[in-house]
């Protein structure tokens, strides 16, 4: 069983960047698909970053293309979400997730096998 553990999270102004970090207990880079997903108040866990098994290609919701960054470190066994130019509408708890049997359908969050407590993140205005 791996344990993903988020941190980085915490309260900053509009236009502020934050780097979130996801340590796994293991390494996992070369077998799972790693991702991040967000979940507002009184909202649905949403899509936010995916990277394939190996890194090779990454995905972002459009709300978020060209302002975040996914990447992973496999010697630190660490994936990272760096957020730039955030704003009030990025605020919600960030979670990291892996899967074994994401494919194409890296945006669905029954896909995912692992998930870690979440981070908060606060944008204000």
């Known amino acids: 069983q791996v344990q993903p553990v988020e941190s980085g999270g915490g309260l900053v102004q509009a236009g502020d960047s934050l780097r979130l970090s996801c340590v796994f207990s293991?390494?996992?880079?070369?077998?799972?698909?790693q991702a991040w997903f967000r979940q507002a108040p009184g909202k649905e866990r949403e899509f936010v970053a995916h990277?394939?098994?190996?890194?090779?290609?990454?995905h972002y919701a459009d709300s978020v293309k060209g302002r975040f960054t996914i990447s992973g470190e496999n010697a630190k066994r660490t994936l990272y979400l760096q957020m730039d130019s955030l704003n009030p509408e990025d605020t919600g708890v960030y979670y990291c997730?892996?899967?074994?049997?994401?494919?194409?359908?890296?945006?669905?969050?029954?896909?995912?096998?692992?998930w870690g407590q979440g981070t908060q993140v606060t944008v204000s205005s």
């Open positions: 997730a892996l899967g074994y049997h994401v494919g194409q359908n890296y945006a669905d969050i029954t896909g995912y096998d692992a």
């Open positions: 293991r390494d996992i880079f070369n077998s799972y698909a």
């Open positions: 990277i394939s098994w190996g890194g090779s290609t990454t």
